[in-house]
Every structure is written in structure tokens, then in C-alpha cells.
């Protein structure tokens, strides 16, 4: 093996892989060292994000719509299935193939892009040196230029509910369930706890998800957490908020809960509890103590603004540092380093990450909520405009919902976009890129959107934002 690189990445998730990808674009020469090993012990490219997390959650969400969909709203279309019946054997075998048919293309990638992709633990030594243990081999030391860490993050686990990978699991085990548990508990109803709540509501679990703070889903605009939490409840799932987790019982068939909230002690049964209360930084055995990076109080890398760490030369991206846990956050970052690199001018714009939570409505938003620009002192205006009045959802059956734009009242220009619907996802994606451009709410208002498509709900809420809606009654 070449013992000399331009650039070692190590971790291969869309942080690292990305990165690798773009240094050899540039001409770089490249290795991307990543540990994880598949289920049939195989190495397996692409991180948390295509092996156990972004990918397969998605493939099991849609899965667990269109069975839901054909139980419950088929039948409105007039169609009749007979009886429904749900083989999850099948429908978990055909999220392995689409996670191993993506984890196989990164391989592919790193060799038509000239990558050594190397299977095995990574640690960053003084000088730039990355001591490289294969799996089942002997330490060898690697020289680089570069070095990039993008080690990413794993769950974190509850001092009072240790995870037993059976009835107490983390998002890979709820990923993994081979029956419908018939209660399900869930601690912390963030993006993981609401997403995999509603898989496993859609298969038939009773769902119960315990969220400690006061407030549902408080990183997102009031009004957009408030109507996805209608529509939550609607569907079933019972999502109970300030409640404390106290202790964990196992119990014959599964385990009981106990927590406090305001109105006192409280205790649930389940068959399976997943823990989904936050990932932290992965930094195990990574750092030889004197290879000069330091790490923050939370354990994450510290990096500025470019993803630079605190020893020359070496950079660290994705989960493993500051900013939101998000696939793209991280992949981006990785474009801008292996720029930087190769000596180009890069930065990126943290003001507008999209999120998005892929649940039924999805809930998507990128750039200013209210409560922000309020304790900003900003002036804004805002309009709205609901899912019930567009003829694509209407005839989607998906009228639930709606866009919010949030506008500045001095100069118009779009500060943030806001929305609980149909495929919100995707529709975040036009926000994305006039927040991207700067642009006025005029020019989103001005801007032909095809007809009948869910893109003319955005449009609809540009407009409103100046009373100026067709569809709507203006207020
Ligand atoms: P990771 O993807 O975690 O990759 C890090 C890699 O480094 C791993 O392969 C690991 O094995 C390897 N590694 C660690 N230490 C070493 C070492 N010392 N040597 C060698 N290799 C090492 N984000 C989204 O944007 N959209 C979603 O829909 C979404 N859904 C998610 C669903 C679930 C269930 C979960 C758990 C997460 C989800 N995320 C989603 C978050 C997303 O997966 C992460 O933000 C993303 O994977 C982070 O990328 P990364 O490259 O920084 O790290
Ligand atoms: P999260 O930070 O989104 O949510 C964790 C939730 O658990 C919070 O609401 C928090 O208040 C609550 N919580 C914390 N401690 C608790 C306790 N002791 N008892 C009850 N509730 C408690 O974290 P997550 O859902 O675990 O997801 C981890 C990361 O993965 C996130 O950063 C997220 O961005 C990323 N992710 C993204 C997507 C997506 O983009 N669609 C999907 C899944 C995961």
C-alpha cells in the first residue's frame, strides 16, 4: 500500500466520503480510512448515513406509509385491497438491499475516483501522521499533507435506561425490530423519536413517546410544531411532553417506564424502548493526546469557521463538530475543506441549512423562525398559505398543513420559510435557494410556479405575506 497521500480522510460517512471525493477531484491524491463493517462483515461505506440512519429510516418510512395509506385511505379512492396484511420480513429485506446497493456505489465512487478506500480503524498521531489498523491487521503508519476528520457521532445513551439491544435500543436496533412491538415506548421526541415513532405507529404499535421539555419540537416555528402536533395526535401518536424519565423496570414482557411531569409520577408498560434523546461527537481513540487538537467540553472537535482544527493542517467536518447533525451540513462542510485545500477560495453558509423531519405531514424549514427574529429585534411580516386550498394536495388526499414566508418589513427580502405538508421536503428546496439569492418576497411572488403543483402553496404564501393571495381569503 502507498504509505504517502495529499489527503486522509478518516470516517466515510457524507462528511468524509465527500470530502474524499471532491480532494480527488482536485487531483489529491486520496485514502479514506472507515471502520464500520456491515452485518455480513463486510466493509461498508458511507457512515451512519446510508447504514443506519438517513437511508434506511426513509426506506422503512415509506414502506410504512404505503401500508398505512392502503389501509386507511385506499379505500376513498375506491379502491379495494381485500384483506391488507403486512410482511415486515420482506419489507426490512428491501431496506438492506437499497442500504447495500448505496454503500456499494460509495466503494464504487472511491475507485473510479482513484480513492484508497481502506477498511479499519483510523487515529491522528503528531505531524500529520495517521497510524491505520486494518481489520484484523497490524498498525501501519500512513503520511499525509492533509488530515480530515469526520469521525461522526453516535447515540447517546441514558445513565437511567442503558440500552440492552433487545427491549431497550437505540435508533439502529428500532431500526432492526423483526415484529411490530404492540407498545412502543420512546424517549425524546426529536427528529429520530417522531420519525421511527411514526414507522412503527403506521406497522400498528400503540406509540408512546416521553419528551422532556415543555415545548414540541421547539427548534421549529411555533405554528408549523403546533399544527404538526395536531396532526400527530390525530394519527395516535401519544406524544407527552415535560416528562422526566426516572427509572426503568424490565419486566416479563418488556419493560416499564417511569416519569414525572407537573402533574406528578407516572409509569407506562412497553414491549420496546427506544432511546432517542441526542448523538454525541465520536472521538474515541482518535486523538493521540499530542497530535494538537483539542476538543470542546461537549466533546466536539474545535474548529472555526472553515472546519480548520486547532493543529495545522488538519480539519475536521460533519457531526463531529459544532452546527446541526445533518447529512448535508456535514457533506457540504467537506466540499468547502477539500476547496480550501487545493487552494481555492470556499466558505459556507450556515445561516441556511435546511431541516427537515420526514414524518406524515413532513415538516420542513430553513432560515429565520418568528421567535428568532422577535428576540433579534428584527421587523418582519409574514403570510400563510393552507394545504386545504390546493388543488395538487386536494387531489393528493394530503390537504393538511401549510407555508409560512417570513419576510423582512424594511427591505422584503425573505428571511425564513416555514411548512407542515405534503412532501415539505422537497418544497424546502425552492425556499433554499432564494434564501440563498438574496431574494425579495416579490421575487418569489413573481416567479411562475407550474399549476396545479404543491410548489403554488409556496407562491400563495409569498403573496399573502403582502395580502396579495388568490386562493385565499387576505386578512
Ligand atoms: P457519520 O455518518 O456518522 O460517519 C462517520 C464514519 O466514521 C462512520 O462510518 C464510522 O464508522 C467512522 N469512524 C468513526 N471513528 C472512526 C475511526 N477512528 N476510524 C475509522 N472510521 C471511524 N441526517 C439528515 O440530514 N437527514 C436525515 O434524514 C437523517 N436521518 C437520520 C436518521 C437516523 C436514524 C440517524 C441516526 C441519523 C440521521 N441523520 C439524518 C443524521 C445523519 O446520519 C448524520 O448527520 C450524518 O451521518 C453525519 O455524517 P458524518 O459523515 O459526519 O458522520
Ligand atoms: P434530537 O436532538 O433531534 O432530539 C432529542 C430529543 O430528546 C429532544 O427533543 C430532547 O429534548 C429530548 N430529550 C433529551 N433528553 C431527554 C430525556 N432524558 N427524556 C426525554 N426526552 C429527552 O436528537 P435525535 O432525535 O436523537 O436525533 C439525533 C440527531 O440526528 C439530530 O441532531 C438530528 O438532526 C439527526 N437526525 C436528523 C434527521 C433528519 O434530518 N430528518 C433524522 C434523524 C436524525
Known amino acids: 500500500m502507498n504509505n504517502k497521500f495529499d489527503v486522509v480522510v478518516i470516517g466515510a460517512g457524507p462528511a468524509g466520503y465527500v470530502a474524499a471525493i471532491r480532494a480527488a477531484q482536485h487531483g489529491l491524491s486520496t485514502a479514506c480510512i472507515d471502520a464500520w463493517v456491515s452485518q455480513d462483515g463486510q466493509v461498508s461505506f458511507g457512515g451512519t448515513c446510508l447504514n443506519a440512519g438517513c437511508i434506511p429510516s426513509k426506506a422503512l418510512l415509506e414502506s410504512s406509509e404505503l401500508y398505512h395509506r392502503a389501509k386507511v385511505d385506499f379505500g376513498k379512492h375506491g379502491i379495494s385491497v381485500g384483506?391488507?396484511?403486512?410482511?415486515?420480513?420482506?419489507?426490512?429485506?428491501?431496506?438492506?438491499?437499497?442500504?447495500?446497493?448505496l454503500c456499494r456505489g460509495i466503494g464504487a465512487l472511491f475507485k473510479a475516483n482513484g480513492i484508497s478506500g481502506l477498511g479499519g480503524r483510523g487515529r491522528l498521531l503528531p505531524d500529520n501522521k495517521v497510524e491505520y489498523t486494518p481489520h484484523g491487521g497490524e498498525p501501519e503508519l500512513i503520511e499525509a499533507e492533509h488530515v480530515i476528520l469526520a469521525t461522526g457521532s453516535e447515540p447517546v445513551e441514558?445513565?437511567?435506561?442503558?440500552?440492552?439491544?433487545?427491549?431497550?435500543?437505540?435508533?439502529?436496533?428500532?431500526?432492526?425490530?423483526?415484529?411490530?412491538?404492540?407498545?412502543?415506548?420512546?424517549?425524546?421526541?426529536?427528529v429520530i423519536g417522531l420519525e421511527l415513532g411514526s414507522v412503527w405507529?403506521?406497522?400498528?404499535?400503540?406509540?408512546?413517546?416521553?419528551?422532556?421539555?415543555?415545548?414540541?419540537?421547539?427548534?421549529?416555528?411555533?405554528q408549523i410544531a403546533k399544527e404538526a402536533q395536531r396532526q400527530f395526535k390525530r394519527q395516535g401518536l401519544d406524544i407527552r411532553l415535560g416528562a422526566r424519565v426516572q427509572a426503568l423496570e424490565?419486566?416479563?414482557?418488556?419493560?416499564?417506564?417511569?416519569?414525572?411531569?407537573?402533574?406528578?409520577?407516572?409509569?407506562?408498560?412497553v414491549d420496546r424502548v427506544v432511546v432517542a434523546v441526542g448523538r454525541r461527537p465520536c472521538t474515541d481513540g482518535l486523538l493521540d493526546p499530542l497530535a494538537g487538537v483539542d476538543v470542546d467540553a461537549r466533546g466536539f472537535i474545535d474548529v472555526d469557521s472553515v472546519c480548520r482544527t486547532t493543529a495545522a493542517n488538519v480539519w475536521a467536518v460533519g457531526d463531529v463538530v459544532r452546527g446541526p447533525?445533518?447529512?448535508?451540513?456535514?457533506?457540504?462542510?467537506?466540499?468547502?475543506?477539500?476547496?480550501?485545500?487545493?487552494?481555492?477560495?470556499?466558505?459556507?453558509?450556515?445561516?441556511?441549512?435546511?431541516?427537515?423531519?420526514?414524518?406524515?405531514?413532513?415538516?420542513?424549514?430553513?432560515?429565520?423562525?418568528?421567535?428568532e427574529l422577535k428576540t433579534a429585534g428584527t421587523a418582519y411580516k409574514t403570510g400563510t398559505f393552507n394545504f386545504s386550498a390546493s388543488g395538487r394536495a386536494q387531489a393528493m388526499d394530503q390537504g393538511a398543513g401549510l407555508v409560512k414566508v417570513i419576510s423582512s418589513s424594511e427591505t422584503d427580502q425573505i428571511l425564513g420559510v416555514h411548512i407542515v405538508g405534503p412532501m415539505a421536503g422537497e418544497l424546502i428546496g425552492e425556499a433554499v435557494v432564494a434564501l440563498e439569492f438574496q431574494a425579495s418576497t416579490e421575487d418569489l411572488q413573481r416567479t411562475i410556479h407550474g399549476h396545479p403543483t404543491l410548489t403554488e402553496a409556496l407562491h400563495e404564501a409569498a403573496l399573502s405575506v403582502d395580502k396579495r393571495a388568490i386562493h385565499a381569503i387576505n386578512h
Open 250 to 269: 424490565m419486566t416479563k414482557s418488556g419493560a416499564r417506564l417511569a416519569y414525572e411531569d407537573t402533574q406528578g409520577g407516572h409509569d407506562i408498560s
Open 325 to 371: 447533525m445533518l447529512a448535508h451540513k456535514g457533506s457540504e462542510e467537506g466540499v468547502m475543506v477539500a476547496d480550501l485545500i487545493a487552494g481555492e477560495v470556499a466558505e459556507m453558509n450556515y445561516d441556511i441549512i435546511p431541516s427537515i423531519v420526514y414524518t406524515s405531514p413532513e415538516i420542513a424549514w430553513v432560515g429565520k423562525t418568528e421567535a
Open 83 to 101: 384483506e391488507l396484511s403486512l410482511d415486515l420480513a420482506t419489507m426490512q429485506a428491501r431496506k438492506s438491499g437499497i442500504v447495500k446497493q
Open 158 to 190: 441514558l445513565p437511567s435506561v442503558p440500552f440492552d439491544g433487545k427491549i431497550v435500543v437505540d435508533s439502529s436496533g428500532a431500526l432492526a425490530f423483526d415484529m411490530v412491538p404492540e407498545r412502543l415506548g420512546v424517549i425524546g421526541a426529536g
Open 201 to 222: 405507529q403506521r406497522l400498528g404499535a400503540e406509540v408512546t413517546i416521553l419528551e422532556a421539555m415543555d415545548q414540541f419540537l421547539f427548534m421549529a416555528d411555533d
